[in-house]
């Protein structure tokens, strides 16, 4: 409740954090203070949530704001298809080793997942993605 200020949404965050636990029992290590632990899991958990939340506000609005495009505009959707070939464009220049997993990470799996199906470390995984965002940036940078 001191971090949520609202019980549903503490009872959601108090789930979440057993779920964590049990998940992860194995990395907790016998004789540390397990209440700070604990803690340290659950503070964790409300700040990727509260920042998640953030992010999908500003998606949301992002996506209204386009919705309102479309519809006070005509039905001609050309220069929209261009802008999605340009991106087409982009994300295909990329090497096939970055362009897999910043796909895999679009369609929406996670890290983890990305690791496992292509059978690669984890860190590979992150590194890969890093570097296809900065090339993706420095491209479209370019082309603007």
């Avoid at 549903?8 to 992860?24: M, P, R, V």
């Avoid at 959707?77 to 261009?82: C, E, K, S, V």
């Amino acid at each position: 409740m001191f971090l949520t200020k609202n019980p549903h949404d503490a009872k959601d965050l108090f789930q979440e954090l057993c779920f964590k636990i049990l998940k992860h029992k194995d990395a907790y290590r016998s004789g540390t203070n397990f209440p700070a632990w604990s803690n340290t899991l659950l503070r964790n958990l409300f700040i990727n949530g509260f920042r998640k939340k953030i992010r999908h506000r500003k998606k949301s609005k992002e996506f209204m704001q386009i919705d309102y495009w479309r519809a006070s505009s005509c039905e001609n959707t050309g220069l929209l298809n261009l802008e999605y070939q340009d991106v087409e464009n982009v994300l295909n220049s990329l090497e096939e080793k970055h362009k897999t997993p910043i796909m895999m990470l679009h369609q929406g799996y996670v890290y983890d997942e990305i690791s496992q199906h292509l059978n690669l470390p984890l860190g590979t995984i992150k590194s890969r993605i890093f570097l296809a965002r900065k090339e993706l940036k420095k491209k479209i940078s370019l082309e603007n």
